[in-house]
């Protein structure tokens, strides 16, 4: 019985441990409010897009042509066309899910190149 007891705390201090907080970095790049996280990802590969016209800079595109946001990506990689992988999170709100938005909000926790 015991073991069941402790197998099951053990359970539901891993649910727990879950990560929903937006870095305040996040919350800078896209200025909105209400704003939750949605899919991660882990070593997607995308290409690094400079753009003078977007708040955050830069945009990252995926291998299908879709934009993402490049929020709090590495200096290092600000540079156009290069090849990385990136690890972070998608965002979303109800405001979000009714609108068609280009770039995809995403927030970057991690990037290395692509060789």
């Known amino acids: 019985m015991k073991r069941f007891v402790l ?3 053990c359970m539901l201090s891993l649910l727990n441990c879950k990560e929903d907080k937006i870095s305040s970095e996040g919350l800078d790049c896209y200025g909105l409010e209400g704003l939750t996280r949605d899919e991660y990802v882990v070593d997607a590969p995308v290409t690094v897009q400079l753009s003078g016209g977007l708040a955050i800079g830069s945009q990252l595109i995926a291998p299908n042509g879709v934009a993402w946001g490049g929020c709090n990506l590495p200096k290092q990689f600000m540079q156009d ?5 990136v690890t972070g999170y998608f965002l979303t709100s109800k405001e ?3 609108m068609n938005l280009t770039p995809l909000p995403f927030i970057v926790t991690s990037a290395k190149l692509r060789q």
């Open 96 to 98: 979000l899910e009714t």
């Open 81 to 85: 066309s290069l090849a990385v992988y």
């Open 7 to 9: 197998a099951g705390v």
